[in-house]
T-cell receptor, first 111, second 111 residues
Framework: NAGVTQTPKFRVLKTGQSMTLLCAQD?????MYWYRQDPGMGLRLIHY???????AKGEVPDGYNVSRLKKQNFLLGLESAAPSQTSVYFC??????????FGPGTRLTVT | SQQGEEDPQALSIQEGENATMNCSYK?????LQWYRQNSGRGLVHLIL?????REKHSGRLRVTLDTSKKSSSLLITASRAADTASYFC???????????FGTGTRLTIIP
């Protein structure tokens, strides 16, 4: 089993470009999450989903959109990238309220 | 805003010594979890302690929870070089679908 995978692993964008980050899981978990991690800030929740077809805002949702069309996939979109979105992005999944399982991360740089 | 704050921010100890990290949180929680992050990797779940528990053990890990003080501690006994990592606490609020992470403690084990 692959667990939680993220695509791509690295990306460099110019300001104003768009992109989509893909999170895929084969653990059959209901809950999926997108976080960003910046130096000294820990992890901050961007958006999350408690099931197929549902999404909700987290702590820092501005500038991002998400979709959960299939249970196993959770997409994070940046419509118009800004330098402030330079970060490492982590996807995580969980079964109900228990421990979360994290992907390896996507390192995004916006110039 | 961050739910938890870890203390100290950084800790260096000799291999074989015990390492203690503390976490304080702001609001009532249903459970508190500890995670480890090796450099450049995703987070890995270590242990979960529920609000009605005071202490929990897992191998070389011992976690305590004091809900009256809104604090938790993680003790790693007989540290090893492989324990070098950042450690995060994360609180789950009642409702359970989200975790809020602290800013982490960077632990360095000196061989």
């Amino acid at each position: 089993n692959a667990g939680v995978t993220q695509t791509p692993k690295f990306r460099v964008l110019k300001t104003g470009q768009s992109m989509t980050l893909l999170c895929a899981q084969d653990m059959n978990h209901e809950y999926m999450y997108w976080y960003r991690q910046d130096p000294g800030m820990g992890l901050r929740l961007i958006h999350y989903s408690v099931g197929e077809g549902t999404t909700a805002k987290g702590e820092v949702p501005d500038g991002y959109n998400v979709s959960r069309l299939k249970k196993q996939n959770f997409l994070l979109g940046l419509e118009s990238a800004a330098p402030s979105q330079t970060s490492v992005y982590f996807c995580a999944t969980s079964r109900l309220s228990y421990e979360q399982y994290f992907g390896p991360g996507t390192r995004l740089t916006v110039t | 805003s961050q739910q938890g704050e870890e203390d100290p921010q950084a800790l260096s100890i000799q291999e074989g010594e015990n390492a203690t990290m503390n976490c304080s949180y702001k609001t009532s929680i249903n459970n508190l979890q500890w995670y480890r992050q090796n450099s450049g990797r995703g987070l890995v779940h270590l242990i979960l302690i529920r609000s009605n528990e005071r202490e929990k053990h897992s191998g070389r890990l011992r976690v305590t929870l004091d809900t009256s003080k809104k604090s938790s501690s993680l003790l790693i006994t007989a540290s090893r070089a492989a324990d070098t990592a950042s450690y995060f606490c994360a609180g789950s609020n009642f409702g359970n679908e989200k975790l809020t992470f602290g800013t982490g403690t960077r632990l360095t084990i000196i061989p």
